[in-house]
T-cell receptor
Framework: RKEVEQDPGPFNVPEGATVAFNCTYSNSASQSFFWYRQDCRKEPKLLMSVYSSGNEDGRFTAQLNRASQYISLLIRDSKLSDSATYLCVVRNFNKFYFGSGTKLNVKP | GAVVSQHPSRVICKSGTSVKIECRSLDFQATTMFWYRQFPKQSLMLMATSNEGSKATYEQGVEKDKFLINHASLTLSTLTVTSAHPEDSSFYIC????????????????FGSGTRLTVV
């Protein structure tokens, strides 16, 4: 079983739409959780950490449910520049485990 | 913030040759660095953990004799893909942690910009 599972998409949405991504992880002892953004042929860049209390950064809201080992990312008012692959990432001590990513295409 | 420099960004080599990729931590020392590989449409997979002054720790299924890792100083780790074959073509990324960082959202882990290896 994969450490982190994500719907690969792609999600094709119009500008201004709200879109939600989900992710599940297998190791209940995992310590930290993140969403990274990866543009084509580039390294992943940290978008935001994810906490059980939920956290928001502008148009982005992330949520963690430890009981069900589920992580979500909500993007409101999508922009063209949000088009990218979003990686769900879980840290267990020194090791980071990446989901295969969910591709988002925001159309004009 | 901490910066990790990876070089080269892109390399094309002939089958059977060896390729060396460098990962440098700029302005901080990294006793541990990590090497990942990403095939198209797949997730980043940890290949090995590089430890300064000692042998690297390889993940299951990664051939240590094919992917040679050297971490000779606190700021440099190298990954050498020996006798490369087309199936080794991939995106290789290194990561390092700045242990001085206490309150960073990602605990000080920073990625290099990646190396796209194409073996022809």
């Amino acid at each position: 079983r994969k450490e982190v599972e994500q719907d690969p998409g792609p999600f094709n949405v119009p500008e201004g739409a709200t879109v939600a991504f989900n992710c599940t992880y297998s190791n209940s002892a995992s310590q930290s959780f993140f969403w990274y953004r990866q543009d084509c042929r580039k390294e992943p860049k940290l978008l935001m950490s994810v906490y059980s209390s939920g956290n928001e950064d502008g148009r982005f809201t992330a949520q963690l449910n430890r009981a069900s080992q589920y992580i979500s990312l909500l993007i409101r008012d999508s922009k063209l520049s949000d088009s990218a692959t979003y990686l769900c990432v879980v840290r267990n001590f020194n090791k980071f485990y990446f989901g295969s990513g969910t591709k988002l295409n925001v159309k004009p | 913030g901490a910066v990790v420099s990876q070089h080269p960004s892109r390399v094309i080599c002939k089958s059977g040759t060896s390729v060396k990729i460098e990962c440098r931590s700029l302005d901080f020392q990294a006793t541990t660095m990590f090497w990942y590989r990403q095939f198209p449409k797949q997730s980043l997979m940890l290949m090995a953990t590089s430890n300064e002054g000692s042998k690297a720790t390889y993940e299951q299924g990664v051939e240590k004799d094919k992917f040679l890792i050297n971490h000779a100083s606190l700021t440099l780790s190298t990954l050498t893909v020996t006798s490369a074959h087309p199936e080794d073509s991939s995106f290789y990324i290194c990561s390092a942690r700045d242990s001085r960082v206490r309150d960073s959202p990602n605990y000080g882990y920073t990625f290099g910009s990646g190396t796209r290896l194409t073996v022809v």
